[in-house]
Nanobody, 124 residues
Framework: QVQLVESGGGLVQAGGSLRLSCAASGRTFSRYGMGWFRQAPGAEREFVAAISWSGRSTSYPDSVKGRFTISRDNAKNTVYLGMNSLKPEDTAVYYC?????????????????WGQGTQVTVSS
């Protein structure tokens, strides 16, 4: 069982930056592939970033590539999402997810555990 708690969301102007954190419980955090998803009102949950257990492999959709960076610190049981050059269309609730597979996965169905989400609002 893994429990995930996101933090770091908030209100930021377009062009600004935020860093989200996701703290995980459990001693096997380093075995999990981790991901970030987001969901805007009335929209489906959207893949944002994924990272393998080692941190060596990452994936991003084109919509955030070059602006967002996922990283992890297995010693701290934490995964991060650095977000730069934020746009109003990045506004959403951001969710952290853990997969019992060790790779990087782009589909929500690949993840077994989810956090409660943190709101990110980008004003124009």
């Amino acid at each position: 069982q893994v429990q995930l708690v996101e933090s770091g969301g908030g209100l930021v102007q377009a062009g600004g930056s935020l860093r989200l954190s996701c703290a995980a419980s459990g001693r096997t955090f380093s075995r999990y592939g981790m991901g970030w998803f987001r969901q805007a009102p009335g929209a489906e949950r959207e893949f944002v970033a994924a990272i393998s257990w080692s941190g060596r492999s990452t994936s991003y959709p084109d919509s955030v590539k070059g602006r967002f960076t996922i990283s992890r610190d297995n010693a701290k049981n934490t995964v991060y999402l650095g977000m730069n050059s934020l746009k109003p269309e990045d506004t959403a609730v951001y969710y952290c997810a853990a997969s019992s597979g060790s790779g990087r996965y782009v589909t929500a169905a690949s993840y077994d555990y989810w956090g409660q989400g943190t709101q990110v609002t980008v004003s124009s």
